[in-house]
């Protein structure tokens, strides 16, 4: 499996983005998908997560009702629409794909939960 993340950018406060991860190498049926992000000087942390089938969404207090997670099965990409931009969402963003997914839990908000990454795309919001 490979992960190839793309949009990330310079924009402001209040500003638009829209990441991509194209996926390739498996059906992808049964996966989910994630998206982490990591700041300099800190750990990598959950942002957002959906299951290839169904399309259920999972967020991080910080970014829920600012950011959507959305798949393409056609296409195998999934993408990370941020909306309202803050400074504090700067960091770089990966994504990432677990071959197992299941409801119930929290296991998606762990990365070492996830099988397969994608290389992280920079995103630097300044005020």
């Known amino acids: 499996v490979q992960l190839q993340a793309s949009g990330g950018g310079l924009v402001q406060a209040g500003d638009s983005l829209r990441l991509s991860c194209a996926a390739s190498?498996?059906?992808?049926?049964?996966?989910?998908m994630g998206w982490f992000r990591q700041a300099p000087g800190k750990e990598r942390e959950f942002v957002a997560a959906?299951?290839?089938?169904?399309?259920?969404?999972y967020y991080a207090d910080s970014v829920n009702g600012r950011f959507s997670i959305l798949r393409d099965i056609a296409k195998n990409t999934v993408y990370l629409q941020m909306n309202s931009l803050k400074p504090e969402d700067t960091a770089d963003y990966y994504c990432?794909?677990?071959?197992?997914?299941?409801?119930?839990?929290?296991?998606?908000?762990?990365?070492?939960?996830?099988?397969?990454w994608g290389q992280g795309t920079e995103v630097t919001v300044s005020s």
């Open positions: 959906i299951s290839w089938i169904g399309g259920i969404t």
């Open positions: 990432a794909a677990r071959e197992h997914w299941y409801s119930g839990g929290t296991y998606y908000r762990t990365a070492s939960n996830y099988d397969y």
């Open positions: 190498g498996s059906t992808f049926n049964g996966y989910g």
